[in-house]
């Protein structure tokens, strides 16, 4: 007879640390985004108000909030079918063969995911920089003109966004290595005997066998990229004039720089929500997609 | 069964959120024995280490990088628990003002002559950096904006002598960039929100009104933006926001800057092989003189310390003259107190003496809550609109002169 | 004949293996280069460091910034705290093979919505969960310790999740023989379920070491000491306002890199055999 009792043993230590660090601070959140609650606050708690939705109205009235929405969404649209084809690619052609070398390579493409952010930033500023930077040398070596990477609008966005696609896709890269191993060799040597070239293998049988692995990565990289963050904060502080500002930049910048906690809150809340909303839909469009 | 879930849990985070307010409310103001905690910014830990250590008082430091001071102040104020002493911009006093973060110090001066606000230029002490009428901070260091020239590019190209007027420092800056491609003649950092404001005060003008209302709807305001506006027009000035100054001083590629004595420090640093060939010289005037900034920052004491009378014997340690000029020996930071500013071998140095002299009439920022956050950036944002994406400029102005005008 | 038509194949097989060989070293030399950058700049003396146009190689290679980072800064403490706070953060792992572990093999009530819980917090952006956090660890009075400075990133829905996925492949049958033979749910977990966990298992190692040595905004925010700082919290230090030392800080961010390097490197054969033991395909 089991003690019934034994399976809340289990869950109960990390789930006692996820509500309290994870869900818990979200419900905050929500209570605080009805109020007009700033720094005067912890002055003297009869300076907070409630206020409603007015919060979630200036919000939508706010066209910082839509310019990073927008730019949240661009990135987004763009960097999850980045990462994922990029990683895919090279987890495939990294499978092509089990020898030394390859097997080496693997520590490379692995380096930009476990490098620091605060080392990410030293080094790529120094590459993107307009004056001083190696790209720009490079450039001026085959005598093109100096190009702005972090301070043209268009082109700070690219240039941020790159640098996550770099740290974005070690772990991906080693997820699908890790998923091919589970393609069962018969499957493609059948298809040598009839015939198929490496192009149709990949296509016909690999990639529809990585399902599971594919909207995994979609699903982890969609999140990622929802909460973009990191790379702007650090090399360019979600400028030029708001070009590289994201969703958590807006967020950041209004809860620890202006520290309006109640206006963050409702910030923090859409965001929350938006990502739920997506990540629901990309669940059941699996679900539809293969009926388990 | 869904709903009674969330129900619960919803009563579980009220009384979370009570639980942890009502434990940060409570503290014993009694005098305690131990070490003084002090935060001070930036990687100057180990030298304030050295600094108190014959002052007799316990003391541990703590260095907090530049670039998380929001985060690290938030949250100590959002719980209370802080430490004794600690290192603030004067760009940030009024916001943690505002938050009761820092002890009213106006009771306890007279037991702390060391303190008193005579000791220090009258633009950094006493009322001038008080908020609500209150002092809550005393001053620690000094930095002010000062023009750095290039003397041997400026000669070679019939320089002879710094721009000692905003016009001349056009003038020349075309001159200069004329030497070639990739090169200018000024450097304005997109990031140096004071800078418009120097101007401003420089034609004469103000940014706040009689009132101590933040008002930059005036023609000085509307001088320093055409100054600011013309040297981009010029060309003469770098368009990217990641131009690094001090590279571009030592390349000449920027042979004129307005910067600060950290400037004057990082060149003789990289680039000893230079020496001679740059100086600092006064910021450049308009019609209202020439008005630096007063920078740098204040200590304060944190509201609920257990331990107020060490903490003021430490700040009246610090405040000695011998103490300050030992501070500059080892960061290269200036001194705040008068005695200090005025010590001869201090000005031996030419550079220094530059400084020093500005400092005696620059002037601090309007002491505003939220100064940065919603003045420097707006500010910011409606200049770099106009230079960097050819924003309309009356519209941005507008749009800035709203948002601004009447903070206080 | 027709082996004759196997060894074309084959010729061709490794002229396009030898091919890609080539496209990945290239693209693994690119993607390495802003770390192999790095290094060589750490070993340049300051002005050359800050040279234009730039040298790829350190024409006077100096040590200097790695002994100043030892020496007079307080590296070696940082770095003692940083493998403090990762060897807390594998009690972590524990806790989440635990978790992992009852999702998938019992059947409770509750469970749906404990699963869905731990995937919403994969959703919740981390600025919102700062202050909060702050105050419930202040009210804990762990400020200040480094069980504090690990606590918040201690589980994460992502590790719980993949630790389900693996688990749900281990024959319930082996774990009820366990059972019969009168074992203690405990003793079946610790003797069975973990060591056939060891892929999943080393997968998290290196997930919780890349989260551990990392960890910035904890460290930061938690210490009110600088005794209890990590190395990342070093790092940034490094950083001043306006003038800085590229050189000493491509030293430090070296520093912060290699270790994690090699334990990839040791434990990468073991970390692909998990994610793809998980269930992954």
Redo the contacts between chains.
Sequence with gaps: MRNRLTPYLFVSPAMLLLITFGIFPILVAAVISTTDMNISAFASWSNVDFVGVDNYVTLFGDPDFWQALGNTGLFAVVGVPAIVVLSLATALLLNQSQNWFFRALRSFYFIPAITAIVAVSLVWSYLYNTQFGLFNYLLSLVGAEPVQWLSDPWLSKFSVGLVAVWRGTGLNIIIFLAALQGVPKEYLEAASIDGAGEWRKTFSITIPLLRFAIFFVSVTTTIAWLQFFDEPFVLTDGGPLGATTSVSIFLYKEGFRLNQFGYASAGSVVLFAIIAVITLIQLRLRRADDEY | M?RT?TSV??G???T??A???S??AAQAPAEAEGPL?VWVM??S??NFQKLVADSGIDV?????????I???L??????????DILEIGLSKLA??A????LLPLDDELANYPGLAPENFPAGVAGASTAVDGKIVSIPWSSDTRVLFTRTDILAENGIDAPPATWDELRADAKTLTARGD?QYGYYIP?WDAPLPIEMTWSMGGEVIDADGNVDFDTPEFADAVDLYTGLYADGSV???????????F??G?APMIV??P??G??IS???PELDGKWQASPLPSGDGGSVSLFAGSNLGVWYNTDQKDASLKLLEYVSQPEQQLAWYGLTGALPTVNAALADATLNSDPNVKVYTDQLATARVLPIVA?W???VG?GLL?AL??IV??GADRDSSLATFYDATKGLK | MSTNRDASNRRRSRGLTLSIGIALGIGALITAFPFLWMIATSLKPQRESIDFPPTILPQEPTLEWYQALFTELDFGRYFLNTIIVVAIGFIGLLLMAMAGYAFAKFDFRGRRWMFFLVLATMMIPVQVTMIPTYLILNGMKLTNTLVGIALPTLVSGFSIFLFRQFMTTIPTEMLEAARLDGAGEFRTFWQIVLPMSRPILAVQVVLTFISGWNSFLWPLIIASDQKLYTLSVGLALLNQQLAVNPSLQMAAASVMVIPILIVFIVFQRYVIQGFALSGLK
């Design positions: 869904k879930a849990l919803a579980i985070a009220i979370g959120l639980l942890g307010v434990g940060c905690t930036g990687d830990g180990e541990d430091v703590v260095a907090i990088p530049w670039d998380s929001d985060e690290k938030t949250t100590a104020v959002a719980s209370g628990s802080g430490p916001t943690f505002a938050a009761g973060a990739g997109q770098p368009t990217n926001s990641d131009f690094d100054q001090q590279q571009g030592i390349s590629i910067s600060g950290y400037l420090k990082g640093d990289a680039a939220n940065d956050g919603v950036t944002n770099n609109a960097l994406t």
